[in-house]
């Protein structure tokens, strides 16, 4: 079956810092990737959406400055948050889309920014 | 909002009762599915009913989709301790999924 990697799991930065995460997709090319932020208790918002080799779509109140996205190929996108602060302390999730497999997500990656 | 609703938000059974939970979504669909994530982590797919099917079984689940409505349901039978999650639906659109606002599960032993 499909499987996405999402890197790292869990990461603390300080204030002003930038984190980078990464979600690959190990045994298939993702036609489209998604980047979701989850708050506590509170359900999966979608942040962009990227294809390979072109600028991602962000979503209304995601700033693109922000919250980078590089989506160079077919099986590896990126995600940098840029000077992070406490507020963007979240959970982030991957997905990647292919036809045949569907949406599969990556495990999330856990940043607590102090 | 690009979410669609859920509810219950939270429900606390007996090990053995039945969970019900149930979705509403604004958009066409191509399909709905249901997953589920335990506290901090990643997403598990349950199961996927398209928009030309009313009703799925996989396992103790059960899924109904009504498009009239935009709802779908999602019925966990005889459940375990072990099901004890939060439930989310997302509508896929075709090019995006949107999901739900979850249903906190509680099953006590």
């Known amino acids: 079956g499909a499987v996405v990697s999402q890197h790292p799991s869990r990461v603390i930065c300080k204030s002003g810092t930038s984190v980078k995460i990464e979600c690959r997709s190990l045994d298939f090319q993702a036609t489209t990737m998604f980047w979701y932020r989850q708050f506590p208790k509170q359900s999966l918002m979608l942040m962009a959406t990227s294809n390979e080799g072109s600028k991602a779509t962000y979503e209304q109140g995601v700033e693109k400055d922000k919250f980078l996205i590089n989506h160079a190929s077919l099986t590896l996108s990126t995600l940098t948050v840029t000077s992070a602060h406490p507020e963007d302390s979240s959970f982030y999730i991957c997905?990647?889309?292919?036809?045949?497999?569907?949406?599969?997500f990556g495990s999330g990656t856990r940043l607590t920014v102090v | 909002s690009q979410q669609g609703e859920e509810d219950p938000q939270a429900l606390s059974i007996q090990e053995g009762e039945n969970a019900t939970m149930n979705c509403s979504y604004k958009?066409?669909?191509?399909?709905l599915q249901w997953y589920r994530q335990n506290s901090g982590r990643g997403l598990v797919h349950l199961i996927l009913?398209?928009?030309?099917?009313r009703e799925k079984h996989s396992g103790r689940l059960r899924v109904t989709l009504d498009t009239s409505k935009k709802s779908s349901s999602l019925l966990i039978t005889a459940s375990r301790a072990a099901d004890t999650a939060s439930y989310f639906c997302a509508a896929d659109a075709g090019n995006m999924l949107t999901f739900g606002g979850g249903t906190r599960l509680m099953v006590k032993p």
């Open positions: 009913i398209r928009s030309n099917e």
């Open positions: 958009t066409s669909i191509n399909n």
């Open positions: 997905s990647a889309y292919e036809g045949k497999y569907g949406y599969t």
